[in-house]
């Protein structure tokens, strides 16, 4: 009776995983009978019964050589009746494992146990020819739906920051604005009479901060190959170091790219994302979307990656490469060989931190796609070795004016370019009298590299180049070029006290200006260089959690060498999902 229950659990598995020993088995020793055999037609039809010969015979085989197991936790599972094929299945199985141990032992078989495995195979041949056309016909069916079936599936993943914050600076700082108590993501620059940069000055220290950022993605994918991102980010922060910082330059020095409040209102929650990727062919990849991330395919560079590396806006990413963050359009993806990459896209503005009445060009009517602001960028990947990767890239690009001027009594009196979709100004640019300027085009030429020349060290960089056109709105007044240039350079230690750790530290030249500091109503300051440095350590405690403190500090603050030094304080506790 125990064996019977043995046959019986094995059997109640699923069909085809008998049939898939059929085909594994490979019985070389005891072979089948041959194909002109007979066999009773009417028995052929009927199960096999626990009472049979047959499933006594193989009872008796498996007691004796243990050729087929049971459920891996011993419970019983019913005592019925077998399809002649259900069978056929079983004793396939038996005879494979009886085989393995003849060849493994290199001992003959009883010739009582060759009489009943001989007949057994007689007895039920025609099932065990057939066994292997089914079990092929099977793969061949489960093949197909593989290859032409996949479900639907959506992935949830996530991130939250929260962000200890605070700043101070060692001297009054001077602050390029017209209005020092206006909300600190609305400074608004102007001239006084003599036409000079209205200028204020911070004397006091902002107090400390305790913020949140979080960012939840949903990944649909409808064929395995292809995907569909939507991002959703809300969060609250306004950085301390905005205390500091001249008109358009907002998030920019000094403040933790997680400490921000990700949409136009504190708490309020908005797409960030919104594109769909898919491969044109085995080389090349589109991306398409009413929301494209422009940081997500140009500039990138994993020792500033803010959510491993450098933290700061300005050390995260190039300061003037580009005025799109985010926007609508399409990116091509080009993977050219193992060593090259090249990757050419264009976005209409449409970014999620800014209120939709002044920005997001690209759904407002009057602007559209091509009126706005917009950037065409193509990028160029190098790997020479897997642990060097150096990345070029243009952009040809246009600002709308929609930066509101004032004068020091607070009147209007025109608008900019400038501010979060300024770049490559870094600041704010007027006609050089507070009047009104045309949309902005420019022209910026990028170099980005990554390097680990040694175990747990690498060096990393960036050069950006940038020339924008003026043209004032006032045709009696003249036009120009404001010419400038920005650089980063810094050291990375991979691994830095733990596996998958990463310590940074960067400095950076946000904005050099050149020639054209007339047209700077923010920006410019006295003609000092602005340096920043910063030092981040990124500390896994485990897959989930990690602890990030950072350093900033700022010299010569918003282009001033008189200014005082900023120094910024940052602790962020990441969780990932």
């Known amino acids: 009776m125990k064996n019977n229950q043995t046959i019986s659990k094995f059997l109640s598995q699923k069909l085809i995983c008998s049939f898939a020993l059929l085909v594994t088995s490979g019985v070389t020793i005891i072979s089948p009978l041959p194909a002109k055999a007979q066999v009773n037609s009417v028995y052929q039809l009927s199960d096999v019964e626990p009472t049979d010969w047959a499933f006594e015979a193989l009872r008796s ?73 089914r079990v092929d016909n099977l793969e061949n069916r489960v093949a197909a739906i593989e290859e032409t079936q996949f479900s639907t599936t959506t992935k949830l993943s996530g991130n939250v920051y929260m962000n200890l914050t605070g700043a101070t600076a060692s001297d009054d700082i001077l602050v390029e604005t017209n209005d020092l108590d206006a909300p600190l993501n609305l400074r608004r620059a102007g001239r006084d009479s003599s036409g000079d940069p209205l200028v204020q000055t911070e004397t006091d220290d902002p107090e400390i901060t305790f913020s949140y950022y979080t960012l939840l993605n949903f990944n649909t994918s409808f064929s395995g190959r292809d995907r569909l991102v939507t991002q959703f980010a809300v969060g609250n922060g306004t950085s301390p170091a905005n205390s500091f910082v001249s008109a358009g330059l907002f998030n920019t020095f000094g403040t933790p790219f997680t400490d921000q409040t990700g949409a136009p209102n504190a708490g309020q929650v908005t797409v960030r994302e919104l594109f769909y990727s898919f491969p044109v062919n085995e080389k090349l990849q589109a991306v398409v979307g009413a929301r494209v991330n422009w940081y997500r395919y140009f500039d990138g560079n994993s020792y500033t990656f803010f959510l491993r590396g450098a933290s700061s806006y300005n050390a995260s990413g190039g300061t003037l490469a580009n005025p799109v963050d985010r926007g609508a359009g399409a990116v091509l993806l080009w993977d050219i060989n193992d060593k090259l990459g090249f990757n050419v896209g264009y976005l209409g503005e449409n970014t999620e931190f800014l209120p939709s009445a002044f920005f997001n060009t690209v759904s407002d009517a009057d602007e559209g796609l091509f009126d706005g602001t917009w950037s065409a960028t193509a990028q160029l990947t190098y790997d020479p070795s897997p642990k060097t990767t150096i990345r070029l890239f243009y952009t040809r690009s246009q600002s709308d004016n929609n930066v509101p001027l004032f004068d020091q009594n607070g009147n209007l009196t025109g608008f900019g370019v400038g501010g979060a979709v300024g770049e490559p100004i870094y600041g704010v640019a007027d006609d050089g009298f507070g009047g009104t300027i045309d949309p902005t085009q420019a022209n910026t030429i990028g170099l980005n590299f990554e390097w680990e020349f040694a175990r747990n060290l690498g060096l990393f960089g960036r050069y950006t180049y940038a020339t924008a056109d003026i043209d004032p709105e006032n045709q009696t007044r003249s036009g120009g070029d404001i010419n400038m240039q920005a650089f980063q350079l810094g050291l990375a230690f991979p691994n830095l006290g733990k596996e998958g750790a990463l310590g940074t530290f960067s400095f950076v030249v946000p904005f050099d200006v050149l020639d054209g500091e007339e047209f700077l109503v923010s920006g410019a300051g006295d003609g000092g260089t602005q340096l920043d440095f910063e030092a981040t350590y990124y500390y896994p405690v485990n897959d989930n959690f990690a602890l990030v403190p950072a350093v900033y500090v700022i010299a010569n603050p918003n282009n001033f060498e008189d200014n005082g030094t900023i120094f910024v304080g940052n602790l962020r506790m990441q969780f990932s999902f």
């Open 61 to 133: 085989l498996i007691e004796r050589y243990g050729c087929i197991s049971g459920y891996p936790d011993g419970t019983y599972r019913g005592n019925r009746a077998l399809s002649r094929y259900e069978f056929a299945a079983a004793l396939n199985s038996c005879l494979g494992s009886i085989n393995q141990m003849i060849l493994n032992q290199d001992q003959p078989l009883p010739e009582s146990d060759s009489a009943t495995i001989e007949r057994l195979q007689r007895d039920f041949s025609q099932e065990l020819s057939q066994l292997a056309t």
